[in-house]
C-alpha cells in the first residue's frame, strides 16, 4: 500500500525537474512512512511513498524489468499474485523478488494491455515502457484504489494518487469545473471521471489508459464491468452454502501480510461475517476494534461485543464524543475536492484506533451493493410497484402537481413523506433513484445557485450521471438496475474514496473481501428476490451467515456511521457555519443565492426544518474552498 505520483512528456525528452517530483511525492508521504524513491529519465519520472506490507526487505519502488526498460509505481494489492507469478515462471519468466508489484511488471511484458485481466485485487499502478515509448495507467474494477490525472499547458502528463499531488507541482490551473460542484451539491461528492478542478481527471473504475509520445491522449478504455444477468438456477440452500464458500475464499486471500492485520468490527452484518470468517481461518485470535458514540441512537457497539465475544476476538472500542466536529478543515485537506459524507468523522476515528494496534484491517464496505442491503432498496422497490401501475404522462400529470402542493416533512421518516414520494412515484426509475440519492434536491439546489452559476452550467444536470451509467446497465430489473448505479457512483465516488483517504491518513491499509471482484460476479447472477425479499435485505447473505452469527446481529434493523448533524448545526457548529456561509470563501464566490441560504439557516436553527444535509454540503464546501485558497472568483476564472 502506498501513495503513487509523476509526470511523462508527451511531447518529448524533456528531463522531469527533481523539485517538482520531489514535491508531488512528498504531499502523500501519509500514504507510505516507511520509504520513499523518486525515478527520473528523459521524458518520465515516478514517484512513490511505501507503507511496507508485503515483501519488505524487497519490495521497493519503482520496480523494474530486468533491463531496466519497463518501470512500475502500484498502489494496492494483487492478492493472486502468488499464482500468477507460477503462471508467469510457466511462460520462462525469472523473478528475483517475492512481490506483487513485480508479478504486474511481468504481466506487462507478457501480456501488454491485457494483463488487468489477470489481477486480481485492488490496484491503481503507472507503467513506463521504455521500447514501446509509452505510458500505461489501470484502475481496479470496484475503485478501491484511486489515481488522478492532468495535462499542463505545455504537455507532462501529471498522476498522482490523491488530487493534492497533481496540485503541487505548481503547472495545473485550479479552474473549478461548475458540472462537478452542481454534481458534488447533488451528490455529496464528485464521481468519476471529474474531478472539482476542469483539467484534471480521475481514472474510472475498471478502465485503463495507454498514452503514446507524440500522440494525443485519448479516451480510457473500460476492461471491465459487471453484469446482472440474474440467471442462476439455484436454490436459497445451494445459494448460502455457495455464498459462505466465497466469502471464505475472499477473506483467505487477503490475509496474506509481514504486518499485525485484524478488521473493523462495526456490528454490522458485513463486518461481523468478515471477523466470523478470519476466526474460523486462523487459530489466533482476531484482533478487532470498533468506535461507539456517547449518544445511544448513534451507538451500536453491544452487536460488536457479541461477535467479538463469539468469536474471542482482541476487541478494542474507544467511545468518541457526540460532538467530535473538530475534523472539519482536517477532511478538507484529506480529501482535496468537495466531499459531504458526514461519517468520514467516525471512519477517520475508527482508522486512527486500528493503526494503533494492526497495518492492515480488513473492512466490509461493499456489501450493501452487491447483496442488496441498503434500507433505500426496499422504498425503490414499493415506489416502483407503484410506478409501473400508471403510466408516465398521469404519473407526472397527476403526483408531480401533488408534490408541489403537498408540505414538504422533513422531521418525518421517508416512508411517511407523501412529498418525497409523490416525487418520486411522478418520476422515471432512474431520475426517481438519482432524487432519492440527492443531499440537496431539486428544487432546492435550483434555488440555492445564483443566476450567474447556473448561466455556467449550460443546462447541465447532475442527473445526466446517472442516466450515462444506466445506458450501460443491460438490465431492466429495477432493484438490478439501482444495484449497478450505486456500483458505479455511490461506491466509488462516495464509500471508497472515504476510506481510502481516512484510512491512508493513519497509514493504515484496509482490504475488502466483499469488492473481489469474483464474489461481485457472482452474486450478480442470483434473482433480486434472494437478495430482497419483502422487506428483508441481503436475504441470502443472512440465511448463509445463520451459523455464524448471533440472530440479533442479523436481523436488527441497520443503523449505518451516523453523526447528530442537526443538532450540531443548532448548537456547538451555529456561529460557524452561518459565519462561514454568509461571509466566509463561499459567499465571496457569487456562486449561491444568500437569500436561500440565509432561509436554510433561520429554518434550522429555529427548528421549524431539518436543513442539516443542506447546510453541511454548504459548510464542507466552504472548508474545501479555503483549503484550496480559492473564493472570490468564479467557476471560469479561479486560477
Known amino acids: 500500500m502506498c501513495g503513487i505520483t509523476g509526470l511523462f512528456d508527451t511531447r518529448g525528452q524533456r528531463l522531469p525537474e527533481r523539485e517538482r517530483l520531489h514535491r508531488m511525492n512528498e504531499s502523500q508521504h501519509h500514504r507510505g512512512p516507511d520509504e520513499g524513491d523518486l525515478h527520473i529519465e528523459p521524458g518520465v519520472g515516478f514517484g512513490h511513498r511505501r507503507l511496507s506490507v508485503i515483501d519488505i526487505a524487497t519490495g521497493q519502488q519503482p520496480i523494474f524489468n530486468d533491463d531496466k526498460t519497463v518501470a512500475l509505481v502500484f498502489n494496492g ?53 521504455r521500447r514501446r515509448d509509452c505510458l500505461f495507467m489501470a484502475r481496479d474494477r470496484l475503485g478501491v484504489k484511486p489515481l488522478h ?70 479516451e480510457p478504455q473500460r476492461y471491465w464491468d459487471v453484469k446482472f444477468t440474474l440467471d442462476a438456477k439455484i436454490g436459497e440452500e445451494e445459494a448460502a452454502e455457495e ?77 468518541v464524543n457526540s460532538d467530535d466536529f473538530g475534523l472539519v478543515d482536517l477532511l478538507a485537506h484529506l480529501y482535496d475536492e468537495p466531499y459531504a459524507d458526514s461519517s468520514a468523522i467516525p471512519t477517520y476515528r475508527v482508522c486512527e484506533l486500528a493503526r494503533k494496534h494492526v497495518t492492515v484491517a480488513l473492512s466490509g464496505d461493499g456489501g450493501d451493493e452487491s447483496l442488496g442491503g441498503y434500507r433505500r432498496y426496499k422504498m425503490h422497490m414499493m415506489e416502483e410497484r407503484m410506478r409501473s401501475a ?128 469474483q464474489l461481485v460476479e457472482w452474486t450478480a447472477t442470483l434473482p433480486s428476490a434472494l437478495k430482497l425479499r419483502g422487506q428483508e435485505g441481503k436475504y441470502i447473505f443472512k440465511k448463509a451467515l445463520e451459523p455464524m452469527l448471533p440472530h440479533d446481529v442479523l436481523y436488527r434493523p441497520k443503523m449505518g456511521f451516523a453523526v447528530p448533524l442537526a443538532r450540531w448545526l443548532r448548537g456547538p457548529l451555529r456561529q460557524q457555519t452561518r459565519q462561514a456561509l454568509q461571509q466566509g470563501a463561499l459567499a465571496q464566490t457569487g456562486w449561491f443565492n444568500p437569500v436561500t441560504i440565509g432561509r436554510l439557516l433561520d429554518q434550522h436553527e429555529s427548528g421549524a426544518m431539518d436543513h442539516a444535509q443542506p447546510l453541511w454540503v454548504l459548510l464542507m464546501f466552504d472548508a474545501f474552498l479555503r483549503n484550496a485558497g480559492l473564493g472570490a472568483a468564479s467557476p471560469r476564472a479561479a486560477a
Open 243 to 319: 455464498l459462505r464458500r466465497r466469502l471464505t475464499e475472499s477473506v483467505k486471500l487477503r490475509l496474506k501480510a509481514e504486518v499485525p492485520l485484524g478488521a473493523f468490527l462495526s456490528g454490522g452484518v458485513d463486518s461481523s461475517a468478515v471477523v466470523a470468517a478470519m476466526a474460523q481461518l486462523d487459530d489466533q485470535p482476531v484482533n478487532t476494534c470498533s468506535i461507539g458514540f456517547d449518544d445511544p441512537k448513534f451507538n451500536e457497539t453491544e452487536f460488536a461485543q457479541m461477535v467479538a465475544d463469539r468469536y474471542r476476538t482482541n476487541h478494542r472500542v474507544e467511545t
Open 390 to 517: 400508471f403510466p408516465l404522462a398521469l404519473r407526472k400529470g397527476v403526483f408531480g402537481p401533488l408534490a408541489r402542493l403537498y408540505p414538504k416533512a422533513d422531521w418525518a421518516p421517508r416512508v411517511f413523506r407523501a412529498k418525497t414520494t409523490f416525487q418520486a412515484i411522478a418520476r422515471n426509475s432512474v431520475d426517481a433513484y438519482f432524487n432519492t440519492m440527492g443531499l440537496v434536491r431539486d428544487p432546492l439546489r435550483s434555488e440555492l445557485f445564483s443566476d450567474g452559476f447556473k448561466r455556467e452550467l449550460q443546462g447541465w444536470h447532475a442527473s445526466e450521471v446517472f442516466h450515462h451509467h444506466a445506458r450501460r446497465a443491460g438490465t431492466d430489473d429495477p432493484l438490478a438496475l439501482i444495484q449497478y448505479l450505486d456500483i458505479h457512483t455511490y461506491l466509488p465516488g462516495d464509500i471508497n474514496t472515504k476510506v481510502d483517504r481516512a484510512s491512508m491518513a493513519h497509514s493504515l491499509e484496509v482490504r475488502e473481501p466483499l469488492m473481489d471482484h
Open 77 to 129: 494489492e494483487v492478492y493472486n499474485y502468488l499464482e500468477l507469478m507460477d503462471e508467469l515462471r510457466g511462460h520462462g519468466y525469472v523473478f528475483r523478488t517475492k512481490s506483487d508489484s513485480e508479478a504486474i511488471v511481468r504481466a506487462w511484458e507478457h501480456w501488454g494491455e491485457d494483463c488487468v485481466h489477470h489481477l486480481r485485487g485492488m490496484f491503481a499502478f503507472m507503467i513506463h515502457d
Open 149 to 218: 490525472y492532468a495535462m499542463t499547458e505545455d504537455g507532462w502528463l501529471l498522476f498522482g494518487s490523491e488530487l493534492k499531488s497533481l496540485m503541487a507541482h505548481g503547472g495545473l490551473r485550479q479552474e473549478i469545473d461548475p458540472r462537478a460542484v452542481e454534481a458534488y451539491f447533488a451528490l455529496g461528492y464528485v464521481p468519476d471521471p471529474w474531478t472539482i478542478y476542469r483539467h484534471a481527471q480521475k481514472l474510472a473504475p475498471g478502465h485503463r489508459l495507454l498514452v503514446k509520445r507524440g500522440q494525443p491522449i485519448g
